[in-house]
């Protein structure tokens, strides 16, 4: 056998004889897993997060975007400001600037 494997095979022996040293071993690694899963967990719940307010956010902006283009609509068929307002639910101010 080669010396650095029955070095290391030595080395082996003596450790785990050691119970409490080999019970530390599993605590830590057992400690390093739970902090891995937990680590994943918080990576999935704020990309599942991140996902629903970026999509909320897209909807409430298409939301906004529809209600502008109906407002020119309405404008440009002539329709009074405060119809437009009242259909549209836009304040004066973003009905005036309407162009």
Do not use: F
Request: aromatic share 4%.
């Amino acid at each position: 056998m080669d010396s650095a494997i029955q070095t290391a095979d030595e080395r082996m022996e003596r450790v785990t004889e050691d119970g409490e040293a080999v019970r530390a071993y599993w605590r830590r690694t057992m400690a390093l897993c739970d902090y891995a899963s937990s680590m994943n967990y918080a990576a999935e719940q704020g990309l599942t997060e991140g996902m629903a307010k970026g999509r909320s956010e897209g909807l409430a902006e298409g939301r906004a975007e529809e209600k502008l283009a109906i407002a020119r609509k309405m404008k440009e068929m002539g329709d009074p400001a405060e119809k437009i307002q009242i259909i549209t639910g836009l304040p004066p101010e973003t009905v005036a600037r309407i162009t």
